[in-house]
């Protein structure tokens, strides 16, 4: 005899049978749309807290309160963990507290002690006349003593920070595509012939198209690579339109500079015109023509003049941390062992003096300089090129 069921078995309802997969999906569009209703419906009402704010001076002074005490708590957060770095809580005298086995991972938890203890103080009952006068007596003097002493340590830190970079930066030496010593060992202290110590001037003389030219190869050399140490140029240009626009080499025409050596701080207050337009500290400063740069008299010598002038110069560049590079602009070819003569003592003396030369020679019938400083060759260049650097002569009729 067979047994009967005693329920009757389920009944799927009638109609599709809904997956995991788009229960899912169904819920995401749902999330999704309630989300853009949320945000639809939050535009007016931004609209009109930003009206508050701006135009209703009782809502602003209500919202720049409540940020000000968010500020005021931040500020209490940072005097609590200095107050806790600097204090020796070992030190103490606790009646009936051994402190002596106060470990600094404690550190923490007194901290958070004294925020919990804080925060549970501010949620009981309070009298708006007893908060106001302690604002008054207590937290607006303590903010005051405590703004000039955060102010104090945070200008000595980004001092001392800036020291230590600018330490580091001025004991970098300088390249800029040009070999100044032989590859002996007695190079003059330079590890490198090809890079320059920053406290040595360096003074470059002869034919003016040849040692412009040089000036505008060294300009643009010195900042085509981070690994030649040099952020800034500051160049005193003697004429002619400035070759690059890169932001790193700062023009200044010779109508600004000529004569700014004429006292120990003429050039100061030049530097000062535009020293907010630089991006860096100088690294290079670079002086054309060292007689313009300088007021002469009818009985001084070239050579004392650019000394004075070179002597100014270097004063600056030591308290600013870059490498002078003077110039002697010549309407000749240096003359054989022209550096060498007794006039040439006292430049050779303070300075890396070196000699600028453009030999001519040809090429299949076409005109090309070899460009040298000292004995070191720098580039081969075109007739054509460095005539370009010629002054030109205007003629009046």
Known sequence: MTE???????????????????????????????????????VLPAEL????VVNEPKFGQVVASMLASRQLYAMCMYELDMLCETTDFKEMSIENVDLT?????????????????????????????LLFNGMVKTVFPWMQRVTVEHTKKQESAQSKKFDEMNSKRIATELAM??????????????????????????????????VRWLLDFITEEAVSTDSNNVNQVLRLNSGGKPKSQDSRIWYVPKSDWENVASTNVSFNQLYAGFADNLVDPVDLLIVDDLRHAT????????????????????????????????????????????LHRPEYETLRIHNVL?????????????????????LHEVAHVSAEELDAYIPKTIIEP
């Open 4 to 42: 009967e069921p005693t329920q009757e078995p389920d009944v799927l309802p009638d109609g599709p049978v809904i997956s995991q997969d788009e229960l899912r999906k169904a819920e995401a569009k749902q999330l999704e749309e309630d989300q853009d209703k949320l945000a639809a419906d939050m």
């Open 49 to 52: 807290a930003q009206h508050l």
């Open 101 to 129: 086995g106060f470990e600094d991972f404690q550190i923490p938890m007194v901290q958070e002690i004294l925020i919990n203890s804080a925060s549970v103080q501010a949620q009981a009952p309070f009298d708006e006349k």
């Open 177 to 210: 595509g040009v070999q100044w010593y032989d590859t002996t060992p007695s190079n003059g202290g330079a590890d490198d012939p090809f890079r320059l110590q920053r406290g040595r001037p360096v003074m470059l003389a002869g034919w003016e198209p040849a």
């Open 295 to 338: 007021p002469s008299h009818d009985f001084s010598s070239m050579h004392s003049v650019v000394n004075e002038g070179q002597k100014r110069f270097k004063r600056w560049s030591e308290a600013a941390g870059c490498l002078v590079i003077g110039c002697i602009l010549l309407p000749r070819e240096l003359q054989a062992n022209e």
């Open 354 to 374: 070196r000699s600028v030369e453009a030999k001519l020679y040809d090429v299949k019938g076409v005109d090309w300089y070899k460009i040298t400083v000292g």
